[in-house]
């Protein structure tokens, strides 16, 4: 019976982690920052799922403490996420860089002396690639009027509004 019963315990936290992480979102926010007259781009990502795709793409752990395994993140994060100007050219987003905790990836990118009118279109497949069910929600904070963009595995390019 203890047997039985240690079994059932075991079961259910296994089934508890299951449930813990289910589902997978990301939120970006865009805002213009007057002071340095550009544009300010905050990524924030599930911790589980950045440690989940780099250790799938590379086989191994990563340390985003360490700056090389920060600009393996950095590459991926530049191809997946970018703006366009209205020329359809993808607009110099600077890394600034990463914060990182349990929980959380918080990752700092800008567009130096740009107008926040200057981006016209984004681009958003950050884990989209690797997780289907992956959900980018986009915050486009022009003088504190908010519009929100959604994007996923079949929605990765929108026009601003």
Same mark, same amino acid.
């Given at each position: 019976m203890k047997r039985?019963?240690?079994?059932?315990?075991?079961? *259910?936290? *296994?089934? *508890?982690?299951?449930? *813990?992480? !289910?589902?997978?979102?990301? @939120?970006?926010? @865009? &805002?213009f920052n007057r002071n340095t007259g550009s544009i300010e781009v905050v990524h924030t990502y599930m911790?589980?799922? @950045?440690?989940?795709?780099?250790?799938?793409?590379?086989? !191994?752990q990563f340390d985003? &403490?360490?700056?090389?395994?920060?600009?393996?993140?950095?590459?991926y994060i530049d191809k997946q996420f970018y703006l366009?100007?209205?020329d359809r050219a993808r607009l110099p987003l !600077?890394?600034?860089g990463v914060t990182t905790s349990v929980e959380s990836v918080v990752i700092y990118q800008?567009?130096?002396k740009t107008a926040l009118a200057d981006a016209v279109r984004a681009h958003d497949e950050v884990l989209s690639d690797f997780l289907?069910?992956?959900?980018?929600?986009?915050n486009i904070n022009r003088a504190g009027a908010i519009a929100t963009l959604t994007f996923d595995r079949n929605k990765k390019e929108l026009d601003l509004p």
């Open positions: 039985r019963l240690a079994l059932g315990a075991l079961l *259910a936290c *296994a089934c *508890a982690g299951a449930w *813990a992480h !289910r589902f997978h979102a990301g @939120i970006t926010d @865009i &805002s911790a589980h799922d @950045i440690e989940a795709l780099l250790a799938n793409l590379y086989q !191994r985003l &403490s360490d700056p090389q395994d920060e600009a393996v993140l950095r590459k366009l100007g209205a !600077r890394w600034v800008e567009v130096e289907p069910d992956q959900v980018n929600t986009v």
